[in-house]
């Protein structure tokens, strides 16, 4: 008899498996409003609509999918749309207007809300199976429930939380066939990533006749001309012991910018000037600001070069690896002082000496500049300091 009983309990448990979706790969990055269950896989893509810019991502679930809540007290607001992958090629269409969208309702699922005067006073509790609509942005949140989605196709699931810019997901179900929905191969979007430094030119030794195989900046040479960060100055000579001018400093500067963001290397030309292109590049990205550097041909400062190189990447990017409280020519009088400790501590720059001394004020050969710019795009060479 127990042998019949135990039979009927593991064919019970095993058919729970079938009519729920699994709950092991939820996304647990920081701070996310959501956790896709069921995940297949997932990729970090990005777009910019008006004067801002907004990132999201892209999942890939079986079918059924849930969404998970799983930051509930600083939710404040979630819709998510069903799109029609063939038309889907920029998602602020959907977001921001442009396209007819109709917003899917929450499950079945009771949410209970907590409700706030303006002094953010809990006043009272509610319970509701939707939205409560704009009257009450600002003034609750949500405890519980999940988002379930249960057609196979292409979905958007935009929310805000307190505290936090805007969580947006791109979530493809797949039919029972796995399969993903008709068109889905059409999307355009790009990876937001350090991964994008990959190579795209062929380096051979001898490639410029003033680096030879044993100095020691050969490598990063070679490496910067491959990612496609800096380039040969003409007549087979890459001119390493020459002064990276704020031109130069720019080029380098939008060439990250733009892999990073899945752009490629390559900069239009806005100018009769080879350096127009770049210039307009990384003001209208906010490297620098307009009025701050008047005459691009004079030689960057290694302070200078520290801080547009600070700017080009998100902060994410700049993780502490070492604890760097003083350096013997760097104070809090020094011009772009914050950016130069800010890459001392992320491993990038490590001084001229023994004493890390930094010589803000003296001129960066191209030679330096490869070397930084290596380990600023490839953490795994970044320098730990003692």
């Given at each position: ?24 790969n ?62 889907f ?60 989605l ?13 505290g ?5 997901c791109?979530i ?35 490639a ?11 490598k ?6 491959e ?64 009025d ?7 030689p ?24 760097i ?12 002082n ?49």
């Amino acid at each position: 008899m127990k042998k019949y009983i135990f039979l009927l309990l593991a064919i019970f448990i095993s058919s729970l498996f079938f009519m729920f979706p699994a709950f092991a790969n939820a996304d647990t990055r920081e701070n996310s409003v959501f956790s896709l269950d069921n995940l297949i896989s997932k990729v970090t893509v990005s777009f910019e609509s008006s004067s801002y810019e907004n990132r999201y991502t892209k999942y890939t679930a079986k079918s059924p999918g849930v969404l998970r809540i799983n930051n509930p007290n600083k939710l404040a607001y979630v819709d998510v749309y069903k799109v029609n992958p063939l038309e889907f090629t920029n998602p602020s269409q959907y977001l921001y207007g442009g396209i007819e969208r109709t917003p899917l309702k929450w499950d079945d699922i009771t949410y209970k809300v907590s409700m706030y005067n303006e002094h953010l006073e809990k006043i009272d509790t509610i319970e509701t199976k939707e939205y409560p609509g704009d009257q009450y942005i600002g003034k609750y949140e949500i405890t519980s429930g999940y988002i379930t989605l249960n057609e196979p196709g292409l979905y958007l699931a935009s929310s805000t939380a307190w505290g936090a810019s805007s969580d947006i997901c791109l979530i493809e179900i797949l039919d029972e066939g796995g399969k993903p929905a008709e068109g889905l191969d059409q999307i355009s979007y790009r990876i937001i990533s350090l991964d994008n430094f990959v190579a795209r030119n062929t380096y051979s030794p001898g490639a410029f006749t003033d680096v030879k195989e044993n100095d020691w900046f050969a490598k990063n040479v070679a490496t910067c001309y491959e990612l496609g960060l800096m380039e040969g100055k003409g007549k087979g000579k890459f001119d390493p012991q020459g002064n990276v001018t704020i031109a130069e400093l720019f080029t380098m500067a939008a060439r990250i910018n733009k892999i990073y963001n899945g752009e490629g290397p390559d900069i239009e030309n806005t100018g009769p000037s080879w350096y127009d292109g770049a210039v307009y590049y990384v003001i209208s990205k906010r490297i620098i600001y307009g009025d701050e550097f008047t005459v691009l041909s004079k030689p960057a400062t290694r302070a200078e070069f520290a801080y547009v190189l600070a700017n080009t990447l998100p902060n994410s990017e700049f993780k502490k690896l070492n604890n760097i409280l003083s350096l013997p020519d760097v104070d809090h009088t020094t011009k772009y002082n914050f950016e130069i400790f800010k890459l001392y501590n992320a491993g990038i720059l490590m001084g001229q000496d023994k004493n890390l001394t930094f010589n803000p004020d003296a001129n960066i050969s191209r030679a330096e500049a490869a070397a930084i710019l290596i380990r600023l795009v490839k953490p795994e060479n970044r320098i730990l300091l003692k």
